[in-house]
């Protein structure tokens, strides 16, 4: 893997390029996944044209990290801050990986008193990529924590959009605070949609006309959480487009209702894949 410092939108990211012609954009800001095309040369990350590059307000598009809280389920700001702060980029000693750390610091201190370093691994292989998430308690007393990889897929149109697999799984619908067995055997997204389900144990698949992507998570991530903010809320969110909704589908490897409890000197792992069928 090539891995070059560029400035993506004003901002320090880093391309990654392998043999085969996959490519890989990661902001420092919050280890977030811009980009990522494998060898055909297609974008499979959504990243909105309007997505903040300030440096500070979380990105909206790739894959941004939830951690250490899920939305609004905690006292911390939403979705926990590793998003809206700088991770640093170090060697991975793997060729196809790329590294970022973050480590707790005053700021972090003052949200959340715990001493920490998180590690974003990112893996390119052909036809997939691997984002994968460490957690590693470096203080004297366990603390828990949630978190989830929110990946926002992109897509042709979601209209055209099924996601199979969630069959049989348990659903939290927060739309309706409605927990029930899914009994679709594929998704269609019509509207807006928010669900935390149980993750099942074998991978999604994401179908389009154009092409499926397989969808896979660690069983350290209990939860996938789906979500399309249709056209409703998606037209109140200042940094999408009215239509941005329409290309993208968040499918998120999380750890949500059973916060992970660290032990001093322990470390924890949660990862997705993608994979290009
Ligand atoms: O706008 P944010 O903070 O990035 O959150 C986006 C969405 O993230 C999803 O994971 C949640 O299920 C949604 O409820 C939430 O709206």
Known sequence: MKITPIEFRGQPALRASTADGSTLTVALHGAQVLSWTAADGVERLYLSPSAVFDGQAAIRGGVPICCPQFNQRGMLPKHGFMRNLPWVHEASGTPETLR????DSEATRKLWPHAFEARLEATLSTGGLRTALTLVNCGTAPWTFAAALHTYLRVDDISGVRLEGLQGSNRWDSLRDD??????AALHFDAEFDSVYAAPARPLRL??????????????????????????????LADMPADGFRHMLCVEAARIDEPVLLAPGAQWLGWQQLRVL
């Open 207 to 236: 179908v389009q006309p154009s092409g499926t992507l397989e969808i896979s998570q660690s069983a350290s991530c209990s939860e996938t959480v789906v979500w399309n903010p249709g056209a409703v809320l998606g037209a109140k």
């Open 179 to 184: 927990r029930h067995v899914e009994t679709s």
């Open 100 to 103: 970022l750390t973050l480590r």
